[in-house]
């Protein structure tokens, strides 16, 4: 990088071979007007807890969950409450204020109702939770009781997400799930009656037996419900060795599938819903900010229960996936960090590209604010190259990936910005590999953009 | 720019000491194996069959684990003759119960497991139409024997198939695996660890003489063969 300056004539400026007297002390030296509160103004944060049980495991789930069990269920409550209070006490997380959240498994809500209040108050009564913090938990309309969505609220969970799938009978029993959509209607009613206003819904596409007509059917129901979020899925088939299922239909073709993607996406944004992650849709102002902000605001998260995963203090990691060990480490009083990444500042600005596109847009001003670069610049030919494709468009204010091609793509125009060295290497689920790692350090990567190298960033 | 740097611990191989030495362990991976059966042997099955002609009478498994894909494939080919081949007590104890299994459910096909020596196989000269084998070559004591062995055993129109992982698969792919078999990802590794690469398996060939077969990576695997084979999709 070179300095260039428009005037000589400044007293305490002198370029080389010339001494310069300045006695430089501090930096940076551009003086704005700078104020108590801007100076000890608490960081934002997230917080992820998983719980990783569920009172019914459904076929072709990938993630690693337990049947619930009261004794297993017990002790990992205290280890998870434990874990909290280690993060607590750490003057890094004090110096933090904790606006987003995010309760996921399995099924937080296998947890019975004082469960759940025990778990919360220990939460929000441990950390810095702001007043009105952005927080979701996902359940299942089986699970989903009056006394639950009551704890929930009175705890000031402002979001909850079902697991629903399908409103079509066959559909249901084809993915072995309780299949009468009036008990799952039923269930959606209850959490407004309860005082939910935002409720999302999962639907899946891709199960086996569905049709397209049966795919807009239970569109047609999630938005006649008048849920706030819909977002959907594809149902990945595994190998089915049980007999009963091989006798299922099949499921639909691959074609189909696609198809079902883009009618669903043009569907709900005509029915006034704005997507997000490709496959998320919401009605304005119900989108969360949980991913939205974390992502593309680059705000740490502290990740708590087994495989969760988080972002701190210039890492990325996961948590132990085996409970018996996450319980184990955790009682020992130490943190259950199992694998992750440090992350460099060329990579950080990455990572914000690589997630803040899924976000559905990226803008140049916040990103400047953040890393202090223009990714417009610093990235042009991959930009060049997906605008070219049409899967993005680009302007002054940054980027943004075009509804629907560029959503039913949204992970190779993530993907366009990794690093050469992180290429074709997968998303993890849970499995720790530490004990295969290569013991031979792994060179840092000298990156083509010298650029990014010299820039710094202020998180 | 991409990187030469390995992630994984996987330059040298490591022979595995001693594999399956408890039968309990070796249920345990029976039972795994049994899992992901439809997935994992998808492949295999499908180049055996694929290679299937009128007239064939024989087929010889070397080195059949617990016998899953010999019981596959017999159940395919009902009218054909399976012979496998291991030198683990242990191994062959859970195979003859699977066959016990197999047999009592009516399952078509001929099958007969034997404990040997893979690199003594006690077959006659020219006696098998396919000889195949499946994840098992980075477990064989006399690597270079038993690939003569096949040769002998195999009828000169007839195919040797053998295939394993490739230690220097990709490790993209290795890593992608692993998030899936969980548990069952030590054993994955020690095995990965234990398996060769193309070169090595193009040396062994050397050694044994069989300078016209193939070794061929395909994903995670390397395919070793008599002949060219045609690609099977998947
Ligand atoms: S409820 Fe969800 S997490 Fe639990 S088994 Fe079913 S899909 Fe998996």
């Known amino acids: ?459 | 720019m991409t990187t030469d740097t390995r992630l994984l611990n996987l330059t040298d191989r490591v022979p595995q000491p001693s594999p399956h030495d408890d039968i309990d362990k070796v249920r345990f991976y029976d039972l795994g194996m049994r899992r992901s059966a439809l997935m994992a042997y998808k492949r295999p099955s499908d180049r055996i069959l694929a290679n299937v002609r009128d007239g064939m009478t024989d087929l010889v498994e070397v080195g059949f684990n617990t016998g899953l894909l010999s019981l596959h494939v017999a159940g395919k080919l009902p009218d054909l003759a399976v012979s496998g081949v291991e030198e683990n007590q242990n191994l062959v104890d859970v195979a003859e119960d699977n066959l016990t299994l197999a047999v009592w459910a009516n399952t078509a096909g001929d099958v007969e497991f034997e404990m040997a020596k893979l690199h003594r196989l006690p077959f006659p000269d020219d006696s098998a139409d396919i000889v195949f084998s499946f994840s098992s070559l980075h477990r064989w004591r006399r690597p270079v024997e038993t690939l003569r062995e096949c040769a002998r055993i195999c009828k000169p129109d007839g195919v040797v198939i053998i295939e394993d992982m490739n230690r220097h698969a990709e490790e993209g792919h290795i890593t992608f695996i692993l998030q899936f078999v969980k548990e069952g990802g030590d054993e994955f590794m020690r095995s990965l660890q234990a398996a060769y690469t193309r070169e090595e398996a193009a040396e062994l060939l050397r050694e044994a003489g069989l300078t016209d077969w193939q070794a061929v990576e395909e994903d995670l695997g390397l395919v070793i063969s008599s002949r060219p084979l045609e690609p099977v999709s998947t």
């Not at chain 1, 917080?47 to 990992?76: E, G």
């Not at chain 1, 938005?223 to 594809?234: M, N, W």
């Open chain 1, 1 to 459: 990088m070179s300095i260039t300056t428009t005037t000589t004539s400044m007293p305490f400026w002198k370029e080389y071979p010339e001494r310069d007297s300045e006695w430089v002390r501090q930096y940076p030296t551009k003086h704005v007007p700078v104020n108590e509160e801007e100076v000890f103004a608490r960081k934002p944060m997230g917080v992820y807890v998983h719980i990783p049980f569920c009172n019914r495991l459904c076929f072709s789930c990938p993630y690693i969950k337990h049947q619930t069990d009261r004794d297993l269920t017990r002790t990992y409550l205290d280890a998870l409450k434990t874990e909290i209070t280690n993060y607590a006490g750490r003057p890094y997380i004090q110096d933090h204020v904790i606006t987003l959240g995010y309760i996921g498994g399995g099924t937080p809500t296998a947890l019975t109702a004082p469960q759940l209040d025990d778990l919360l108050g220990h939460l929000f009564g441990s950390l810095n939770v702001e007043e009105g913090a952005d927080f979701s938990i996902e359940t299942t309309p089986v699970d989903i009781t009056e006394r639950k969505a009551t704890v929930l609220l009175e705890r000031g969970i402002r979001r909850i997400s079902l697991g629903v799938q399908t409103f079509v009978p066959e559909e249901l029993k084809n993915i072995g799930r309780p299949n009468d959509p009036e008990m799952l209607k039923e269930s959606i009613r209850l959490l407004r009656r309860c005082g939910f206003e935002n409720i999302n819904i999962d639907l899946m596409h891709g199960i086996n037996g569905q049709t397209m007509e049966s795919w807009e059917h239970s569109l047609d129901v999630a938005i006649d419900l008048g849920v706030t979020c819909i977002s959907f899925y594809t149902y990945m088939e595994f190998a089915q060795v049980s007999t009963k299922r091989r006798k299922l239909p099949p499921v639909p073709e691959k074609a189909v599938v696609d198809d079902m993607f883009l009618f669903a996406a043009e569907k709900l944004s005509k029915s006034g819903f704005l997507g997000y992650y490709g496959d998320c849709f919401a009605k304005p102002g119900y989108q969360p900010k949980y991913g939205e902000t974390s992502w593309s605001e680059d705000i740490p998260i502290i990740p708590l229960g087994p495989t969760a995963t988080g972002h701190l203090r210039d890492h990325w990691y996961f948590n132990e996936p085996d409970i018996g060990r996450y319980i184990q480490t955790v009682t020992e009083g130490r943190l259950p960090i199992s694998m992750g990444k440090h992350i460099t500042k060329p990579e950080a600005i990455r990572r914000s590209m690589v997630l803040g596109v899924k976000a559905g847009r990226v803008n140049r001003d916040r990103f400047r604010r953040i890393h202090g670069v223009d990714f417009m610049e610093m990235f042009r030919a991959e930009i060049d190259d997906l605008t070219e494709k049409g899967l993005i468009t680009a302007d002054e204010d940054g980027i943004e990936v075009t509804g629907p091609k560029g959503w039913y793509y949204l992970d190779n125009i993530s993907k366009a910005f990794y690093s050469p060295e992180y290429r074709r290497y997968p998303q993890h689920l849970g499995a720790d590999i530490s004990n295969f790692i290569s013991r031979q350090p792994i060179p840092l990567q000298i990156t083509s953009r010298p650029r990014s190298e010299e820039t710094g960033c202020d998180h």
